[in-house]
């Protein structure tokens, strides 16, 4: 929550390697986790953070990087089965 209240002050740079670094973290709690209900709420994390990477990838001039980020949020999106996700994956 905090990265993406900062990414719509800040500019994506310096904010970058947090989100990379909590997506990271986030797919290590997926490969660790069983419970179904913490499995849904990690993928749309993931999701999220994925989105938000695309679109930092996009404002920063990299759109092969955009593109993969935000076909990977719409596959997580898809897997959670969330409206709000997949029409923000799909903008970018």
Avoid: W
């Amino acid at each position: 929550m905090r990265i993406a209240r900062e990414y719509v002050h800040l500019p994506p740079l310096p904010l970058f390697g947090q989100m990379a670094r909590a997506r990271n973290e986030t797919y290590r709690l997926l490969e660790r986790t069983q419970r179904s209900q913490e499995l849904v709420e990690l993928y749309l994390i993931a999701g999220q953070l994925c989105v938000m990477l695309a679109k930092a990838s996009s404002d920063l001039g990299y759109q092969v990087a955009a593109t993969e980020q935000a076909r990977t949020a719409f596959v997580y999106a898809e897997s959670v089965d969330h409206n709000g996700l997949r029409a923000f994956a799909r903008s970018i």
